[in-house]
């Protein structure tokens, strides 16, 4: 019967749509206070891979019902079975299209410089100033204390 390979994809397609948006969400590029535009790319790349499997289901659903009303309507008629044109194939294609270009948008997106935690970058300030302070050959200038105090060396 047609349509009920759009309803199996439909419910294989399930497992996957859920990896997609676990990674697409633990990406870097997701993250509080991005701009406007970069959350609308977001969202429109989730809700679409969400929406797949329910637009397979859709389109198998409404397939089957046209097939079965069109063959018993050429039956009846007398005539062979007809080939018609099949718009539930485009939605489905158009969908996909969807889902690819806003996957494409996303990539788009700048993700953030690379920072170190900042305990790292506590840790670095430290050895910094404690080599300064040793007077050690590779601390900056300006950081360094000299060793004579009161003109004794």
Do not use: N
Request: proline content about 6%.
């Amino acid at each position: 019967m047609a349509g009920q390979g759009y309803i199996a994809l439909g419910l294989l397609s399930l497992l996957p749509a859920a990896v997609f948006i676990a990674a697409v969400a633990q990406d870097s590029r997701f993250r509080k206070g991005m701009p406007a535009s970069d959350a609308r790319r977001f969202w429109a790349c989730i809700l679409s891979v969400f929406t797949f499997p329910m637009t397979c289901g859709f389109v198998g659903q409404h397939k089957s019902q046209a097939t079965l009303v069109a063959e018993e309507l050429a039956l009846l008629e007398g005539q062979g079975l007809s080939v018609h044109w099949d718009r539930y194939f485009l939605l489905f294609q158009l969908h996909l299209a969807f889902i690819v270009s806003s996957y494409i948008l996303w990539c788009r997106v700048e993700p953030l410089p690379a920072s170190p935690a900042p305990a790292v970058e506590a840790a670095r300030q430290k050895r910094t100033r404690t080599a300064a302070w040793r007077g050690a050959a590779d601390a900056p200038a300006a950081l360094r204390v000299p060793r004579s105090v009161g003109g004794v060396r």
